[in-house]
């Protein structure tokens, strides 16, 4: 289970002049990995005014979609380190590492500065189906094996990896439905056409409080304040289980650790007030906030457990 550290530190409570010291005049270029309108572009756009304050610079969020995030993480790789562009990335930066022939490997390409918060996943099913938990979702697909399909937003996502796990584990096999994004996966499991949905919470939060659908299970290790009443998969049989999306703010390698540290202790101001909070909290996301070490450590933690899933499972990037 992630421990969340407090945000406001010392260095954090420096003032703006002192945050926008010798970082030019150039804007902030936070690179988006994705279209807008998904969760790393809210949050960026959530985090983006007031981070600009208090750095007293302008900053820019910049959609550089493709390749399941590898196009903006790849510009971003090959920035210069001068503080002036970001990353907001997301759980496909650990996974690609596996997934992917990249011209980089992350742990040497990046700086790392933040992971701002995480979300868990949850298991749905559509109301129409018998399933109110996951060990009745095992029982069926044991008696019938790949029959019982579930969709996520694509092969090699998150979702997908740890549903695989969670597979491999209880010794049961689903049929993979992959789409292109949380949006058609969504239609087709609020329209019945996919019995199980596996996504993280963002775009299925008020689909299950509404009842348009039935939450299974949820990945973290503690029940989720998001989701109460939902039971853990790590207290349904699966000890220890848990997978997060989580939202990490990185840089090209070789940013000065100054540099790194006052965008980290601005992003933790930012973090901290109450409306930036709130408004975290509509994306079912529990802030973090972490140090550049504890993200560093964080991620490459991250590579190497879904990276062993992935490469048992013979499980390759979308083509």
Not at 34 to 56: C, K, W, Y
Not at 106 to 114: D, G, I, K, R
Not at 171 to 200: C, E, I, K, T, W
């Amino acid at each position: 289970m992630l421990r969340r550290t407090s945000l406001l530190t010392g260095g954090a409570l420096l003032s703006r002049p002192a945050l926008a010291q010798n970082t030019g005049e150039r804007p902030i270029r936070i690179i988006v990995p994705f279209p807008p309108g998904g969760s790393n572009d809210t949050v960026a756009r959530i985090i983006q005014p007031r981070l600009a304050e208090i750095l007293g610079r302008n900053i820019v969020v910049d959609n550089r979609a493709g390749a399941s995030g590898s196009v903006g993480s790849t510009e971003t790789a090959r920035a210069a380190p001068d503080g002036n562009t970001w990353l907001l990335a997301n759980d496909t930066l650990a996974n690609n590492d596996t997934l992917m022939s990249l011209p980089y490997r992350v742990m040497e390409a990046f700086t790392f500065c933040s992971v701002l918060g995480t979300c868990p996943y949850a298991l749905t099913a559509h109301p129409s189906t018998p399933f109110r938990s996951l060990a009745q979702v095992m029982a069926a697909a044991q008696s019938a094996p790949e029959t019982l399909g579930y969709a996520t937003t694509g092969v090699g996502s998150l979702a997908h990896i740890a549903a695989v796990l969670l597979q491999m584990r209880g010794n049961f096999r689903l049929s993979h439905v992959p789409y292109r994004g949380g949006g058609p996966a969504l239609q087709d499991a609020l329209g019945g056409h996919v019995p199980l949905f596996m996504s993280n919470i963002v775009i299925i939060l008020n689909h299950i409080r509404e009842g348009r659908l039935r939450a299974l299970g949820v990945s973290q290790a503690a029940a989720s304040r998001f989701l109460p009443g939902v039971v853990p998969f790590a207290e349904q049989g699966f000890a220890g289980f848990e997978a997060l999306t989580y939202w990490v703010m990185v840089g090209p390698a070789g940013i000065a650790p100054e540099v790194t540290a006052r965008m980290h202790q601005a992003i933790a101001r930012v973090l901290a007030e109450p409306q930036v909070q709130a408004r975290m909290a509509d994306q079912g996301a529990e802030i973090l906030a972490n140090a550049p070490p504890a993200a560093e450590a964080f991620i490459r933690a991250e590579i190497a457990k879904w990276g062993e899933v992935i490469r048992a499972n013979n499980i390759t990037a979308d083509g």
